[in-house]
């Protein structure tokens, strides 16, 4: 048997090599609880993330904005379920995941507890939310851990037809009536600062930013992709004739990039603590859903063991 010092002599030199860590291979402790943490957040976000535009699928103004949300939010259930079976390979299970969420133990993002008050927000979620979500998976991609890297390229693709279909609806509002432009621009204001924050702390106050990028886990800092996100979503809302709601937003000459304003940080801990405008509503939506489908596992489970003696007794015969 392989000594320890031998295992994690191997195991930094597939990270060093770019050689993904696969779930039979050795991998330090922290290693496997940091990306349970990450991927099952991940996770849950997905699905709660369903919720505030699930909201908004039987008011959408035509049959053709009704399909493209439809397939919007069960995309979201489906990246759900390719991450909680990603974490389910580093040794837990989907019954504990669930758990964790449903007693406020575990977090999802942040941006999923603010309210969505009018069709514009399903417009600035799209642009806005997925593509800050775009900018933070791509790199994900090549992250070390394999099922968790080929998990992101899957989500990536249809992450980039949401982005899509949430800026043409922006386009066609910003386009239309004043009422309508007025809408958009509300939406603007109230989803551009929650989404800066989507990205997490600065990185001087990350807890784990270090040591994720060490183990390429993360390939850029949370501020790096924050400021990626800007300096692509800024020259967008040009186009859409929307002003972003930063009076110190300005293009810096010499860094090429554009300096912003500062994020409220006090509201991002509250609302990760669990005090945003709609914390307590997301959690009993997701806690109802899944004691309303208690039937459908138990059936599942029914028709599975039926299923397995059936081909017993075929076997037997
Ligand atoms: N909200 O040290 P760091 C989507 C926590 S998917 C709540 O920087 P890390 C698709 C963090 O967990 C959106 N908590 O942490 C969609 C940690 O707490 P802990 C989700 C946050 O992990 C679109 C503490 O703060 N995407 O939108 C947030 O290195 C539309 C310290 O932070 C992902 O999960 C936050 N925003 O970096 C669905 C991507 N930020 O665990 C439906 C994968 C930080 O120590 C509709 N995740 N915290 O108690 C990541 O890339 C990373 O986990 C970060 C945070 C970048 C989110």
Not at 28 to 51: C, N
Not at 153 to 159: N, Y
Not at 172 to 199: C, H, I, V, Y
Not at 210 to 222: C, D, G, R, V
Request: include cysteine; charged fraction near 25%.
């Amino acid at each position: 048997m392989q000594n320890i010092a031998a295992l994690e002599q191997e195991f930094e030199s597939k990270i060093e090599r770019g050689i993904s860590i696969e779930p039979k291979d050795w991998m330090p402790e922290k290693y496997r609880k940091t990306h349970i943490r990450q991927i099952s957040q991940h996770a849950h976000s997905e699905i709660v993330g369903m919720l505030p535009e699930g909201n908004w699928i039987t008011r959408a103004p035509s049959l053709r904005r009704k399909v493209a949300l439809l397939a919007k939010v069960q995309d979201e259930a489906g990246h759900g379920l390719y991450l909680y079976s990603a974490a389910e390979t580093l040794g837990i299970s989907r019954d504990e995941l669930f758990e964790q969420l449903h007693s406020g133990k575990a977090k999802y993002s942040s941006i999923f507890n603010y309210p969505t008050l009018s069709w514009a927000d399903m417009g600035a979620i799209g642009w806005l939310v997925d593509g800050a979500a775009i900018i933070n998976q791509v790199m994900l991609t090549r992250t070390s851990y394999g099922p968790y890297a080929r998990a992101m390229v899957r989500i990536c693709k249809e992450e980039s037809f949401h982005q899509r279909q949430g800026y043409e609806i922006m386009l066609t509002l910003s386009k239309g009536t004043p009422e309508q432009k007025q809408m958009a621009q509300d939406s603007l204001n109230r989803w551009w600062w929650p989404s800066l924050m989507m990205f997490g702390p600065t990185d001087a106050e990350s807890t784990h930013t270090a040591q994720s990028m060490k183990w390429k886990i993360k390939l850029k800092t949370n501020d790096e992709l924050r400021q990626q996100f800007v300096d692509i979503t800024v020259p967008q809302a040009e186009i859409l004739g929307l002003t972003i709601p930063d009076p110190d937003l300005k293009w810096n000459e010499e860094r090429e990039q554009y300096d912003f304003g500062a994020i409220d940080w006090e509201e991002f801990w509250q609302v990760v603590k669990g005090h945003g405008p709609c914390n307590k509503e997301r959690i009993a939506a997701r806690k109802n859903a899944f004691e309303g489908g208690a039937w459908v596992r138990e059936a599942a489970i029914a028709h599975a063991e039926k299923k397995a003696a059936r081909t017993e007794l075929k076997k037997a015969v």
